[in-house]
C-alpha cells in the first residue's frame, strides 16, 4: 500500500541553513509516555530588591567593589571573566596533535533592571527598549578596540540554563577570533549571497511569511518565528526584515519595535506553562574589525529547553550528542502553541482575574 510522505507524522531530517548541519524530527515520538527525569519548579517570589544579590543597586559585589545606586540598565566588567585583555601571546602546536592559541578578550554584564524580581517579560517595552540601548552602545564601544574581531551579546535566564543568579541580567563577550558558529554562519552567508546577491535570511524571511507556518509574531520591523530547521522543542529566531549586519546600523524605530517583539515573544514563554521561562538566548551578527560582510544579516536565537511542562525538559544525549541533533514535536507545532498564547503575562491575568 503506497504511503504519502508527511512532515507532521513521518521521520525525516530537516536542513539548518545557516550551518549546514541536519536535525532528526521524529513526530511519531510526541505519544511516548515519560518516566524520567522532573525538574524542580523554583518558586519566582523574589524581593524587588536582594540585600545578599551581587546585582542589585548599592550592594557589593564578589571582586570587592560596589554597585551604583542605579536607575536604569548597569554594566560592569565581569568579576570573572571567561576571557581576559591581558592574556599573553602565545601558541603550541606538537606534530599538529597538540594545538592551541591564545585567545583574548573582555567580558561584560548587564543588569537589565535595578529590580531584583523581573525579568524581561516583565518589563515595559520603554526598559527593554533602553536595554536594546546598552546592547548597541556596547557593541559600539567595544569594537573601537580594534583586536576585537567578534562581539557575543547573549543572556542565560533560569537555573536550568546555568544561570547563577537571579538578577535580570545579560552577558557580553568580545574576543580576537571569530567563534565556531559564528564562522559556520558566515560561510553559509557568504555563499549564498554570492550566488544570489542577496541575503540568506532575507529570502528566507520572505518564505516563511509567504507560508505562514512557523510565524509566531511580526511587526514593522521584526518577524518572531520557530526555523524550519528548530532543535529545541520551542527555539525561536527574531530577524530583522531590513538586511543590516549588526545591532549598530538599528534606528530608533527598530530598537522600540525589537522590545516589543521580545516582549510578546518571552511574555508568550511564560504563559505557555505559566513559568518563568527559562532559556539562553543571544544575537548573531557580524563580525568586527575584520573586513566587509555584506552577506551578514542580524538575528536572534532563543534556545529554550522545556519539552512538555514546566518540569519537563529537552536533553541532548546519546544520539544527539553522538550524531546530530534531533527533536519530536515538529517546528510547526510548536509555532501553533506560541502563536495561540496570550501576549498579557499570565500574572497579570491572574492578579485581573
Known amino acids: 500500500m503506497n504511503q504519502t510522505f508527511e512532515l507532521d507524522s513521518n521521520p525525516h531530517t530537516r536542513l539548518n541553513i545557516l550551518t549546514g548541519e541536519w536535525v532528526l524530527v521524529s513526530p511519531h515520538r510526541t505519544k511516548r509516555p515519560w518516566q524520567g ?54 601558541d603550541m602546536n606538537e606534530n599538529d596533535l597538540l594545538v592551541a592559541n591564545n585567545q583574548r578578550g573582555l567580558c561584560r554584564v548587564i543588569s537589565f533592571s535595578p529590580k531584583h524580581n523581573l525579568t524581561l517579560p516583565e518589563m515595559s517595552v520603554e526598559a527593554i527598549t533602553a536595554v536594546i540601548n546598552v546592547w548597541q552602545n556596547e557593541f ?49 552567508q557568504k555563499t549564498y549571497y554570492a550566488i544570489h546577491r542577496r541575503s540568506l535570511l532575507a529570502d528566507y524571511l520572505k518564505l516563511e511569511l509567504k507560508k505562514n507556518e512557523r510565524v509566531v509574531f511580526e511587526n514593522d520591523h521584526f518577524v518572531v518565528l520557530v526555523p524550519f530547521w528548530a532543535v529545541w522543542p520551542y527555539e525561536i529566531m527574531i530577524i530583522s526584515k531590513r538586511h543590516v549586519n549588526s545591532i549598530k546600523l538599528f534606528s530608533e524605530a527598530e530598537k522600540k519595535s525589537l522590545a516589543e517583539a521580545i516582549k510578546v515573544l518571552t511574555t508568550k514563554y511564560d504563559n505557555l506553562f505559566e513559568t518563568s ?8 551578527q557580524t563580525p ?40 519530536d514535536i515538529t517546528p510547526e507545532f510548536a509555532a501553533n502553541r506560541l502563536k495561540e498564547m496570550s501576549t498579557i503575562h499570565y500574572k497579570i491575568s491572574k492578579t485581573e482575574g
Not at 163 to 183: F, K, M, T, V
Not at 277 to 284: D, K, R, V
Open 288 to 327: 568586527v574589525n575584520n573586513g566587509y560582510y555584506p552577506e551578514w544579516h542580524w538575528h536572534m536565537h532563543f534556545y529554550p529547553p522545556l519539552l512538555r511542562s514546566a518540569t519537563v525538559k529537552k536533553f541532548m544525549v546519546g544520539y544527539e550528542m553522538l550524531a546530530n541533533p534531533q527533536r
Open 140 to 188: 559600539n564601544s567595544l569594537a573601537e578596540n580594534d583586536w576585537i574581531k567578534y562581539i557575543q551579546i547573549f543572556e542565560n535566564k533560569g537555573e536550568i540554563m546555568g544561570c547563577s543568579n537571579p538578577h535580570p541580567h545579560g552577558q557580553i563577550w568580545s574576543q580576537g577570533d571569530i567563534p565556531l558558529e559564528i564562522a559556520k554562519e558566515t560561510e553559509r
Open 37 to 90: 527525569k522532573v525538574e524542580d519548579v523554583t518558586p519566582d517570589n523574589r524581593p524587588e530588591y536582594d540585600p545578599k544579590c551581587y546585582l542589585c543597586p548599592g550592594n557589593g559585589r564578589a571582586d570587592g567593589d560596589s554597585n551604583p545606586d542605579y536607575t536604569e540598565s548597569f554594566v560592569f566588567n565581569n568579576d570573572f571573566a571567561a576571557l581576559l585583555e591581558d592574556t599573553p601571546a602565545g
Open 277 to 284: 521561562f527559562p532559556y539562553s538566548a543571544g544575537m548573531h
